[in-house]
């Protein structure tokens, strides 16, 4: 079946600009995750979605980064006045809904590269 | 707060060779613990993950894992290396009495598996 897909693969922008990420995750998966991983390090959390709501915030670095999932499927990372800071690999995970004594694991897209200029 | 160590950048082996990639990591109350692998231009694939019951969990195209809690440690083993294991691996882990859900990974492991 189907994995997860991020849109676009490739994002080259200009510091200052807007940018927003797309993420389609597994279908039926309820939990949506986004990550971000620099060059030689491993994947940091970001936010995840339970539903339309976001459960988790705590790994948004500041208030230039934004994400939505209105209709509880599809997911949007938005990044305000972007730095070159930002630029990373932005990877995007979904998981069924864990119980309160399991987890199920996350399933990563390929990711979005995002360089700033 | 919990945190991932992997202690190696990178480990080499001979094709047909046991490989150990090593993780230690520290939570607060009982983790759960993945182990994840990244090829080249690729998404992170799960291997396998220790949720609870038996120490010692298999997973995916011959890898297992040992949970230790007495060393806080989640090494990755697979008994003969192969050329196409070569990849870049991450532990993660994340607790299990917070409902917390977001995992905290390593820095990765670059195994390199020569013929």
């Known amino acids: 079946g189907a994995g997860v897909s991020q849109t676009p693969s490739n994002k080259v922008t200009e510091k200052g600009k807007y940018v927003e990420l797309r993420c389609d995750p597994i279908s039926g998966h309820t939990a949506l995750y986004w990550y971000r991983q620099s060059l030689g390090q491993g994947p940091e959390f970001l936010i995840y979605f339970q539903g339309t709501g976001a459960a988790d915030d705590s790994g948004l670095p500041n208030d230039r980064f934004f994400a939505v999932r209105p209709e509880g499927s599809v997911s949007t990372l938005k990044i305000q006045r972007t730095e070159r800071g930002d630029s990373a690999v932005y990877l995007c995970?979904?998981?069924?809904?864990?119980?309160?004594?399991?987890?199920?694991?996350?399933?990563f897209g390929p990711g979005t590269r995002l360089t700033v200029l | 707060a919990q945190s991932v160590a992997q202690p190696e950048d990178q480990v080499n082996v001979a094709e047909g060779n046991p490989l150990t990639v090593k993780c230690t990591y520290s939570v607060s109350g009982n983790p759960y613990l993945f182990w994840y692998v990244q090829y080249p231009n690729r998404g992170l694939q799960f291997l396998l993950k220790y949720i609870t019951g038996d120490n010692l969990v298999k997973g995916s195209y011959g890898f297992e894992a040992e949970f230790n809690k007495s060393q806080t440690s989640f090494h990755l083993k697979k008994p003969s290396a192969l050329v196409s294991d070569s990849a870049l691996y991450f532990c993660a882990v994340t607790p299990t009495d917070t409902g917390r859900r977001a995992l905290t990974f390593g820095s990765g492991t670059r195994l390199q598996v020569q013929p």
């Open positions: 995970a979904s998981s069924l809904t864990s119980g309160a004594s399991s987890y199920n694991e996350q399933f």
